[in-house]
């Protein structure tokens, strides 16, 4: 079965600046998608990035873009840039892509990243 | 364009009573899917349902606990007997096909007295 590990449950950064949170994960695939997404306070999940595993490029959305190691099985995320409003509980997520695979997203246990101003 | 709509947002049950709770997914999505979030944990996989078809329901305890997404209206998740365990944010997804990006509804978080 497939497992998403967050290692950090906490991290903290100053405003303006740049923070990595890590996840690895385990699965006998070759092919998946990997997402993290973000719960502010209000609890709703909020889809922040997507990869496919297929994909040698790394993700990049604004402020916010990924480092994906396949071999090493790694899939951190990078805030640059850090602002109040990224305060927030991160999940890291895998799913499975192939046809008539599980589509059940797999969520790590998440890291609460705090926001110094 | 609304997003995926889930009631109640909020909900008390005392021991040995049912929970119901709703899930209206996106405009254009036919697919729904339920996870279960207890304290201080991730999102756990309970239930992937099609219009009138459960597709994957490996992640729904054995008793207890039912789903269904009718032709017309809501995907509902039925909690019969609730105990105190079952106090949790339980979240609904949706997309628009298998393989597509899973869009989360607010969540409804249910304590159990």
């Known amino acids: 079965a497939q497992t998403v590990t967050q290692s950090q449950p906490e991290m903290s950064v100053q405003e303006a600046e740049t923070v990595t949170l890590s996840c690895t994960y385990d699965t006998s695939e070759s092919d998946y998608y990997l997402f993290w997404y973000k719960q502010p306070p209000s609890r709703q999940m909020i889809l922040v990035i997507r990869q496919e595993a297929y994909k040698q490029q790394n993700a990049t959305e604004n402020r916010f873009s990924v480092n994906f190691q396949k071999a090493a099985k790694s899939f951190s995320l990078k805030i640059s840039d850090s602002q109040l409003g990224d305060a927030a509980m991160y999940f890291c997520a895998y799913r499975d892509i192939t046809q008539g695979g599980s589509e059940k997203l797999v969520f790590g246990k998440g890291t609460k990243l705090t926001v110094n101003p | 364009n609304a997003g995926v709509m889930q009631n109640p947002r909020h909900l008390v049950r005392r021991r040995g009573q049912e929970a119901r709770l709703r899930c209206s997914p996106m405009?254009?999505?036919?697919?729904v899917y339920w996870y279960r979030q207890l304290p201080e944990e991730g999102l756990k996989f309970m239930v992937y349902l099609q219009k009138e078809n459960i597709i994957d329901e490996s992640g729904m305890p054995k008793e207890r606990f039912s789903a269904e997404f009718p032709k017309e209206g809501p995907s509902i998740l039925r909690i019969q007997q609730v105990v105190r365990g079952d106090s949790a944010a339980y979240f609904c997804?949706?997309?628009?096909?298998?393989?597509?990006?899973?869009?989360f509804g607010p969540g409804t978080r249910l304590l159990v007295l």
């Open positions: 405009k254009g999505h036919s697919h």
């Open positions: 997804a949706s997309s628009r096909a298998p393989g597509e990006t899973q869009y």
